[in-house]
T-cell receptor
């Protein structure tokens, strides 16, 4: 398994501002993922954070709105830029860890964002 | 394409009742299947998984069997507790090398004492 921490755990922000969310893993991992969970909804993949190259974004998500950094194999940040109330969500990072029965994705505790 | 369909919630049960949460999937090949649980105010925790047909995943009294013939991975527990109240997500891992998960819509379970 993996121990994953996120900062901040929650925040309340004003529209038009930006928030950077940090994700720290206790072991080196090749891939890290960022998900969004809108209120009462399921999880949607935002992007894959690749170490040493640009992040790979899913359809509907763009780098200008959600810039991602991946400076090393244990850390990543996701920035939510120029926020609006529609960005109010839980943002989760996850990492795949190999095991005896194939890979399993482990999730951080999430960052709860409310945009006013 | 790949997709996961879960029964809609909320599911409300009395303590010690039997639980079934249905999950069916559409995928090419043989994806890995997962159940994740999200307790109130917390992130996602892996509950159980299965990686091939007829595999049974189990944890904390919960079970799910990978049924290739019915493309299903229903979650069951024989006797639920109040502490099982949470949102349960069924998910599949795509067969390509991306490790990406596709989630169902989630099913909220409320267990009353």
């Amino acid at each position: 398994s993996a121990v994953i921490s996120q900062k901040p755990s929650r925040d309340i922000c004003q529209r038009g501002t930006s928030l950077t969310i940090q994700c720290q893993v206790d072991s080196q991992v090749t891939m890290m993922f960022w998900y969004r969970q809108q209120p009462g909804q399921s999880l949607t993949l935002i992007a894959t954070a690749n170490q040493g190259s640009e992040a790979t974004y899913e359809s509907g998500f763009v780098i200008d709105k959600f810039p991602i950094s991946r400076p090393n194999l244990t850390f990543s940040t996701l920035t939510v830029s120029n926020m609006s109330p529609e960005d109010s969500s839980i943002y989760l990072c996850s990492v795949p860890i190999a095991g005896g029965k194939g890979e399993t994705q482990y999730f951080g505790p999430g960052t709860r964002l409310l945009v006013l | 394409g790949n997709s996961v369909t879960q029964m809609e919630g909320p599911v409300t049960l009395s303590e010690e009742a039997f639980l079934t949460i249905n999950c069916t999937y559409t995928a090419t090949g043989y994806p890995s299947l997962f159940w994740y649980v999200q307790y109130p105010g917390e992130g996602l925790q892996l509950l159980l998984k299965a990686t091939k047909a007829d595999d049974k995943g189990s944890n904390k009294g919960f079970e799910a069997t990978y049924r290739k013939e019915t493309t299903s991975f229903h979650l069951e527990k024989g006797s639920v507790q109040v502490s099982d109240s949470a949102v349960y997500f069924c998910a599949l891992k795509r067969m390509d090398s991306s490790y990406k998960l596709i989630f169902g819509s989630g099913t909220r379970l409320l267990v009353r004492p």
